[in-house]
């Protein structure tokens, strides 16, 4: 490595900010879509990324993403000013899946915290789930439930 050759390769476009750090595994073998470099990116707004930590932006570079939202059933990420009434922080928007996670390689699973603001039958309940979800086929919830 040298300074003519240090910098930015690719960049890829997530839906929401992103607090916690991306995690790479290398030479992951996904069903169907072969041997992989993979970036594992986690949004403030409840979504995980799969990339393709050598793409050059071909197809997104997305292998497989996984949505904890579901607005027809009342579940988004909390967002801030429900947590804060005057936030002078670094966090604006939503406060969804803002820790790190952490990636097991001998079961291939990631597990991570999801934060969700959930409006049913009109109640209102602020969650934080536990989630396992497998990296090579996206199965999620391997944990428990």
Do not use: C
């Not at 793409?55 to 579901?70: A, E, M, P, Q, Y």
């Not at 009434?85 to 790190?100: D, P």
């Amino acid at each position: 490595m040298n300074s003519t050759q240090f910098g930015k390769l690719y960049s890829y476009v997530v839906d929401g900010s992103v607090q916690a750090q991306p995690l790479y595994v290398s030479n992951l073998t996904i069903p169907a879509q072969g041997s992989h470099n993979v970036l594992f990116v986690v949004t403030m707004n409840d979504v995980v990324y799969a990339f393709d930590a050598d793409s050059n932006g071909t197809n997104g570079g997305i292998l497989w993403k996984v949505d904890f939202r579901n607005p027809s059933a009342g579940v988004s990420p909390i967002p801030i000013a429900d947590i804060v009434s005057n936030n002078t922080l670094n966090i604006v928007g939503n406060v969804g899946i803002e820790s790190t996670p952490v990636i097991d390689l001998s079961s291939n699973t990631i597990y991570l915290v999801a934060r969700t603001k959930e409006v049913s039958g009109g109640a209102t309940n602020y969650v934080a789930r536990l989630h396992a979800l497998d990296i090579t086929t996206v199965l999620k919830n391997l944990a428990a439930p």
